[in-house]
């Protein structure tokens, strides 16, 4: 489990990024749909995952199952140095100072109504301001509005232009007095813009406001170091990033984490329990009510391993590629529209066709064998701003092809000749 530090980060030399190589590892692309070899193009929602990361979970149950701080016994000993090793390796990831600022919870989903309740909620007075973007997914929409019923604060949204981009001469003005809190996406999930989030922080910590940054989409494809960012939280998922489903991480500050009220009451949180009060445990065993999901936990730490050792600038630059070659290509389809054309942008190509639902355009890709998503992709304001009803998205990752971006185009293509006729 202890990966070197070289291999998180991109400074060592680099050999060509090989996605045929790649492709071996994940058993799952090895298979057909409706007759045609399965392209996956849906990573957006969910990766898939290697070889490693499924064996990792399956010695877990075949050989260590036990559980975890508590146990005397072998197993339980072994489980729990896989656990904390897999919180290591998270760490040394996203360049944590400490691994102890590395919380366990479900998903991004999960992490972002943490920091809503634990430390928006008590700290907030009405008329206090949570300010977010038009583009946020719904899970880093709902829980603000949830926190604002419950405080009396208000919810403020930064706008982007029609390219898919903040908006930030306007961001600097609803930055105000009554700002407590920033939350922004990294990498937009229906955009794929990359925001600028060291200057949104930077802003931010100006005026001493801290700010969330939701990396569920951005942590497969950037090299993300918490510490240079200067985040005060940053949220991703395990399931995008080639790790299983039912575990994600929140990073936190440690003094923030530390002033935090607990999110969830019960076992492994706490000290020492009487009828009358109890004593929390330290950070992040605080954050952790119950049994975790330890398996999930090992096996995320593995696909971090796993992706880590590619290097995440030469992962994103080679998904790059295959964004441009894409993008490129459907410039040629009549009456297909980029939805998100910003210019920092990675690993995600939404787009709308006049006359074609984007349901339609999946369901016929599907027949072709190629997965994408279409709709609202949970973000329903974001569709509004562009007065659409959704759009159909490509989304790649380490083990996609050009031929896999030349079946998505031939597809569409299709799709175009089925609503000509
Ligand atoms: N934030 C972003 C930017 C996302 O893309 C998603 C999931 C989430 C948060 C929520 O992650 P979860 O793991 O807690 O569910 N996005 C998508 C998507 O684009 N298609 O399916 C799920």
Wanted: glycine share 10%; proline share 5%; net charge negative.
């Amino acid at each position: 489990m202890i990966v070197p530090n070289y291999l998180m980060h991109s400074d060592a030399a680099r050999h060509e990024f090989d996605a045929y190589r790649v492709r071996r590892d994940f058993p799952i692309l090895n298979q057909t749909v409706h007759g045609h070899p399965l392209v996956y193009l849906d990573n957006g929602a969910t990766s898939q995952k290697p070889q490693c990361v499924i064996d990792a979970v399956n010695d877990y149950y075949c050989w260590n199952n036990a559980n975890v701080h508590r146990g005397v016994h072998t197993l339980s000993e072994r489980a729990t140095h896989a656990y904390e090793q897999a919180r290591e390796v998270v760490g040394r990831f996203i360049n944590a100072s400490h691994h102890h600022e590395i919380i366990f919870v479900r998903g991004t989903t999960e992490a972002i109504n943490l920091v809503a309740q634990s430390y928006a909620r008590p700290r907030l007075r009405p008329g206090d301001e949570i300010l977010i973007t038009e583009m946020e997914h719904h899970s880093n929409i709902v829980p603000w509005q949830i926190v604002c019923q419950q405080t009396g604060a208000r919810l403020r949204v930064v706008p982007i232009n029609d390219a898919g981009e903040l908006q930030l001469d306007k961001y600097a003005e609803l930055l105000g007095s009554r700002t407590r809190l920033v939350g922004v996406v990294h990498l937009s999930n229906s955009l794929g813009t990359i925001n600028p989030v060291r200057e949104i922080i930077d802003a931010a910590h100006a005026r001493g406001i801290p700010v969330l940054v939701d990396g569920a989409q951005a942590v497969p494809h950037i090299p993300v170091d918490v510490q240079a960012l200067g985040c005060d939280f940053y949220a991703f998922s395990g399931h995008k990033i080639y790790g299983p489903t039912g575990i994600g991480i929140l990073y936190g500050k440690p003094d923030l984490l530390e002033a935090m009220e607990p999110y969830q009451g019960g076992g492994e949180m706490i000290r020492r329990v009487t009828f009358e009060e109890s004593l929390y445990n330290v950070v992040p065993y605080k954050f952790e009510a119950g049994t975790p999901n330890i398996a999930g936990a090992i096996g995320l730490g593995t696909a971090l391993e796993y992706l880590a050792q590619f290097g995440l600038e030469a992962v994103g630059e080679y998904e790059d590629a295959l964004l441009a070659r894409a993008t490129e290509a459907v410039s040629d389809i009549s009456g297909l529209r980029i939805i998100g054309t910003a210019a920092q942008k990675g690993g995600i190509l939404s787009f709308v066709m006049d006359g074609v639902h984007p349901h339609d355009i999946g369901t016929i890709l599907d027949t072709e064998g190629v997965a994408i998503r279409a709709g609202h992709h949970c973000t329903m304001p974001l569709m509004t701003r562009y007065g659409i009803p959704g759009t159909a998205r490509a989304s790649f990752a380490i083990y996609n092809t050009k031929e896999d971006v030349d079946a998505l185009i031939r597809g569409i293509e299709k799709a175009r000749e089925v609503f000509d006729r």
